[in-house]
């Protein structure tokens, strides 16, 4: 099945009738097509695409090992339908334990997401996004500046604290190995002189901030999930267990956005976990709100 410009334009003016926010569509990539019918005669599809991720992978830090991700291509009717094909697909394939069905939809898509649920998938990630003026920080306690490699055992400790609070409340994994995988991908971003901040109080680091910039433009994986432009990208924001509560996470992102936007973004957008009872309430008072929904279920042969 080829999808078409008419496909493309179908779910391009759905995207845009259910949020001015989201990015038109774009193509498919390749993968196993599946396709059902409409009461009325017509047919929705979507590709399936399946990945198989190394043990000591970054990914593998908030995925399953084996994920199977539906790329749905349909307007406003039909996920209900194309869900039941999915089902009936996976109930043909081999999987393990580690390994999970995955769909991205727009949050404000409410129909699909009662379908969703139906089908057993939860809303387990959120891409949320912030656009307009930073928010001036109010004079605080708090010292912030940028990490260097020479501070990469100060502020593993902080990441790890984020990671494990995670893998509590989302779809985050704490895989043995994670504090290496996480040391290297964190020197690489310092290496490469990507935006990372440290919050200081009274000289003991306390807040930490792993960002970068992300210019979405044609043929990236980005305009997939945003417009055009160049975006902060909140990858990790981490506060000390210890020192939480004590607004010294309002203080250090009010200093992130100011940076960011001081470097030429139109907005910044991050993922949060719903379930998690802190940042869920965090972002929404720093001006995010949601974009996309990450459904999942886990292992994908619970999908139903």
């Known amino acids: 099945m080829r999808f078409t410009d008419g496909a493309l334009d179908t779910q391009s003016a ?6 001015p ?15 059902a019918a409409l009461p009325d005669g017509t047919r929705v599809a979507g590709v ?13 830090l908030w995925s399953a090992l084996e994920v199977w991700e539906l790329h749905p291509m349909l307007g406003e009717h039909g996920m209900p339908q194309l869900l039941d094909q999915w ?3 996976m109930a043909r394939r081999p999987t393990g334990p580690d390994s999970s069905c995955l769909v991205t939809w727009p949050s404000r898509d409410v129909g699909a997401a009662r379908a969703f649920l139906d089908h057993g998938l939860v809303p387990l990630s959120t891409l949320a996004i912030r656009t307009g003026a930073p ?10 500046r940028r990490a260097t490699l020479r501070d990469i055992d100060t502020i593993l400790p902080l990441a790890m604290a984020e990671l494990e609070y995670s893998a509590m ?7 043995p190995g994670a504090a290496q995988v996480k040391r290297a991908a964190l020197t690489r971003h310092l290496d490469q002189n990507d935006p990372v901040w440290i919050g200081e109080r009274d000289g003991i680091a306390v807040a930490l901030a792993e960002c970068w910039f992300n210019e979405s433009v044609g043929g990236s994986w980005s305009e997939t999930r945003v417009r055009h432009g160049l975006w902060g990208y909140i990858n990790s924001f981490s506060v000390a267990p210890s020192f939480r509560g004590a607004g010294i996470g309002r203080e250090m992102i009010s200093v992130v956005h100011r940076e960011l936007a001081a470097a030429g973004t139109i907005g910044s957008f991050l993922y949060f976990n719903p379930p998690n009872p802190l940042s869920t309430v965090f972002w929404a008072r720093q001006g995010y709100r949601p974009l996309w929904t990450i459904w999942e279920v886990r292992p994908a042969s619970a999908l139903r």
């Open 14 to 19: 759905w995207f845009a009738r259910l949020d």
């Open 135 to 144: 928010i001036l920080p109010s004079p605080g306690t708090l010292q912030v």
């Open 87 to 89: 089902r009936r697909t």
């Open 48 to 60: 399936l695409v399946q990945t198989r991720l190394a043990p000591d992978a970054m990914p593998t």
């Open 21 to 35: 926010m989201l990015p038109a569509a774009v193509r498919p990539p390749d993968g196993n097509v599946i396709s």
């Open 169 to 175: 409340v989302g779809s985050t994994v704490l895989r």
